[in-house]
């Protein structure tokens, strides 16, 4: 079963407005939340993240905001830009016996830009 | 510092071939992680170190994997007697204790054919 989903495979905006990704979760256990961006041929990179705790991040142009009730988070980049071009994941960690903050990932969604 | 590091970027093996990956973390990061992306997906956990220690393993990490992280440093992903389902990007990522946000190399890409 897929604890993390990100429903929609791609989405394609015009440079300047806004671009919304999103991603729900099914595990209540989960309690700190990441986005990644990827680009071809490249590892994941580490963009924003937000703790259960809250229910918004700021970092300059992205922005995300979590609906603990819902069990939902999106992604706000505005404006966008080109360079945005990437693959975007939600992830989610929760606490494990390990110790470690393992990640479970989304399928990801596939962003364009458009000049 | 130049991130984390893998080698080979490409590896193109033949069915029933052992392969192994090898990647350094960020040099202060004392976490490290393998996860693997297949084709449509998004990465899946591995295994975790903490240290030398391999204190987390996932069921996808079955007894034809092994990883291993001898003095804390390096790390090396081994696959035996590959299979075509093996056919992944392969990627390493690393971390300071507190785990989260960690840094993702730039995968090995593994072909089985």
Known sequence: DQQVKQNSPSLSVQEGRISILNCDYTNSMFDYFLWYKKYPAEGPTFLISISSIKDKNEDGRFTVFLNKSAKHLSLHIVPSQPGDSAVYFCAASAPTQGGSEKLVFGKGTKLTVNP | ?113
């Open chain 2, 1 to 113: 510092d130049t991130g984390v590091s893998q080698d080979p970027r490409h590896k193109i093996t033949k069915r029933g071939q052992n392969v192994t990956f090898r990647c350094d973390p960020i040099s202060e990061h004392n976490r490290l992680y393998w996860y693997r992306q297949t084709l449509g997906q998004g990465p899946e956990f591995l295994t975790y170190f903490q240290n030398e220690a391999q204190l987390e393993k996932s069921r996808l990490l079955s007894d034809r994997f092994s990883a291993e992280r001898p003095k804390g440093s390096f790390s090396t992903l081994e696959i035996q007697r590959t299979e075509q389902g093996d056919s992944a990007m392969y990627l390493c990522a690393s971390s300071f204790s507190d785990g989260y946000g960690y840094t993702f190399g730039s995968g090995t890409r593994l072909t089985v054919v």
